[in-house]
């Protein structure tokens, strides 16, 4: 059984960085795609970042490239996501996502993850 957890919201200023994690009990990442995806009040949940776990390959949004970045350790179950310079629209609940066989081509929409934490509330102040 797949089981992801984040960890590493709260509040911060504009300009003000967090680091959140995702980790997976009960096994690996080893052959997983990972994504982080977010959702603001009232839109839809939205594409942020993904990294192939065997390929380490990274996959970022437009509007955090350059400020966030995607990494994974070698204990083979935690994702982490470094959001610098944050901003206020950054605001939203972040979730981790992953799943085996998601293709390159599909690796932003959500609806290809089967697997999702409970989801961690960013909230940026101007």
């Known amino acids: 059984q797949v089981q992801l957890v984040e960890s590493g919201g709260g509040w911060v200023q504009a300009g003000g960085s967090l680091r959140l994690s995702c980790a997976r009990s009960?096994?690996?990442?080893?052959?997983?795609?990972v994504g982080w995806f977010r959702q603001a009040p009232g839109k839809e949940r939205e594409f942020v970042a993904a990294?192939?776990?065997?390929?380490?390959?990274?996959y970022y949004t437009d509007s955090v490239k350059g400020r966030f970045t995607i990494s994974r350790d070698n204990t083979e179950n935690m994702v982490y996501l470094q959001m610098n310079s944050l901003k206020p629209d950054d605001t939203a609940v972040y979730y981790c996502?992953?799943?085996?066989?998601?293709?390159?081509?599909?690796?932003?929409?959500?609806?290809?993850?089967?697997?999702w934490g409970q989801g961690t509330q960013v909230t940026v102040s101007s």
């Open positions: 009960g096994g690996t990442f080893r052959g997983f795609t």
């Open positions: 990294i192939r776990w065997n390929s380490r390959a990274t």
């Open positions: 996502a992953g799943d085996t066989g998601v293709i390159l081509s599909s690796l932003r929409y959500h609806g290809n993850y089967d697997h």
